[in-house]
């Protein structure tokens, strides 16, 4: 590149974006990075993915984690105003921030599925419900959302520009028009197709579905379809606050930059700062995904509650175990009195404060919905 071109490609000024996402992009690192290590830890040491619920959960976090670990890089960026890191970093940076969005779209997704099945067709497709298959399933979707960041990371690349007579490497911006016009935009069509309108349409149908069979089951409303509501209605917001915005200004300003749609400059700077503000909306759903788990999932919000008192989730009986030895007492008691002796390892005693747990809880193979 001569020298007359270089001097002519000055930088545009968006220091007050910048500001924004480093404000942004640092609360995010440290919410995200201490919910979603907890929710991991807890996903797998302690309900150990008995569940297929907690299989969808736990591949949600890793993808939510995948980005939080990435964001360091981003707040230094926004910081000093330079990417100093490489273009390998600069596009893996740019993928990761993809494979999250469109990877918690599917398994959202996927949680909505379970439960529509579970609920509107329990006994048509209760093969669907099994854990391998579960597992199966998400095998497909990193599958899916891996190729798909393959093109995303062969875009962002690396650009230059010129800043107080200096280079100034840039990264995540000042894509040109051409290159929205041959790649960027076919590749947003195709993401906002396979990542983010098949999955809303899912979510919305399977979520009124499930409402309308939870309504005809009677006025009074028991305390699994309570938590099944409560996860559904929790799904429609990270749609409706993270994902909608995000890609309806993305879908928007790539027709714009595409030549698309015919627009003034006036107007292409609102829609690229709407833009920078729904990234970060977007990019926020590592931090409210983990309400799902807390608010909808009985298993990791009792571990979560009970770990400080030495008790544990036993996710194979859906129940809270306590290192008592009331266990004992009682089977010297009734070893006395010549009562019928029952192995000790089948008797799980109640914590206090928790009902007693249903029959079902108690059979051998696992329950496959046992923490919802």
Partial sequence: MSTTN????FCKDHSASHRLHLVGYSLIFTAGLLLNVAALWIFLYYLKLKSVVSTYMMNLAASDLLFTISLPFRIYYYSIGEWPFG???CQISGSVFQINMYGSCLFL???NLDRFFAIVYPLRWRHFRRPKVARLLCCVVWVLILMGSVPVAGVHKTTSCVKDNQNITLCFESFSD???QKKLF????LAEILGFLLPLTSVSYCSVRIFQKLCKAGATQSLRQQKTIRMLVVNLVIFIICFVPYNIILATYGMIKANVITTGPTTRDSVRKALVVTVLLASMNCTLDPLIYYFNTEGFRNTLKKLRKGQAWDSETGTLQTRI???KNYQAAHAKAGARQFPIQNWILPCEGLPFASPKMFLNSPIE???I
Avoid: A
């Avoid at 270089?6 to 490609?9: G, L, R, Y």
């Avoid at 076919?186 to 069509?189: A, K």
């Fill in 87 to 89: 273009i390998i970093l």
């Fill in 6 to 9: 270089v001097t002519q490609n």
């Fill in 178 to 180: 051409g290159l929205w």
């Fill in 369 to 371: 919905d046992s923490e």
């Fill in 109 to 111: 997704m996927c949680i």
């Fill in 186 to 189: 076919p590749l947003v069509i």
């Fill in 325 to 327: 030895t009331k266990e």
